[in-house]
């Protein structure tokens, strides 16, 4: 594994509030977190913590009301909206417990298709999905599309286009959470291949207690506070 010296991402006093009514809900409450190049980070936590609105943030996809995010050297929530696609397109891959693939494409196109949002010619983006898909193991799978897939052929199809920019860390929100025990199994031993080969990082939201002790760091969410959790 390469030197974990370089950060890919860091967050500082990270805060986040929702307003309900007259209720004030502190989601995020000054969170730090480094991931460092080719670090596998696990996030566990009770469901409402405040893992998934992290997770949101640290993607740009949600803005904090305080703090900053930091992508390979870039504030994201300073960005302007066509600079955050960018970064996110360029640095980042995202992978959810439901798949999002798009139903009526192969799944060689919607591989292919983070590398054409990012103006790859066709051919070129083609010949990348169809390798990031044979690494996936799933090199006989090019023209099904979705219906035609189980769930965990979906979910490695779902990998495979989050990982085919070559990013520089995986965002994964319960990667395994709709999965079979065995199927879930195969998907965690699949991103720590991928963190190898491809020095790709992983921050893992899960409750599996399982992949967040395979990790080499875990954190835990409680109330919108996050700290080192001790998972071994």
Not at 12 to 40: C, H, P, Q, W, Y
Not at 100 to 121: D, K, Q, R, S, Y
Not at 131 to 156: F, N
Not at 181 to 196: C, K, R, S, V
């Amino acid at each position: 594994m390469s030197n974990q010296s370089e950060n890919v991402l860091v967050a500082r006093n990270v805060s986040k509030t929702f307003v309900d009514g007259a209720n004030k809900i502190e989601v995020l409450k000054r969170v730090d977190i480094e991931i460092a190049k080719a670090e596998m980070v696990a996030i566990i936590g009770a469901s409402g913590s405040g893992k998934s609105t992290l997770l949101h943030v640290l993607g740009g996809l949600d803005q904090p009301d305080e703090g900053e995010v930091i992508i390979k050297g870039k504030d994201i929530h300073k960005a302007s909206v066509r600079q955050q696609g960018e970064i996110r397109n360029k640095y980042l891959g995202f992978v959810y417990q439901f798949h999002h693939l798009l139903a009526e494409f192969t799944a060689l196109e919607n591989v292919a298709m983070p590398l054409l949002i990012g103006g790859i010619p066709q051919n070129d983006a083609y010949e990348k999905a169809e390798a990031m898909i044979g690494k996936v193991g799933l090199a006989q799978r090019l023209t099904h599309r979705p219906a035609k897939l189980s769930g965990g052929e979906r979910q490695r199809i779902a990998i495979a286009r989050a990982m085919v920019t070559n990013p520089a860390c995986i965002l994964a929100d319960e990667p395994t959470g709709n999965l079979d025990m065995g199927t879930a199994q195969a998907i965690n031993e699949l991103m720590f291949e991928l963190n190898q080969s491809e020095e790709t990082s992983f921050l893992v939201v899960s409750h599996d207690l399982r992949l967040a002790q395979s990790m080499q760091k875990t954190y835990e969410m409680t109330d919108g506070e996050l700290s080192l959790a001790s998972t071994k």
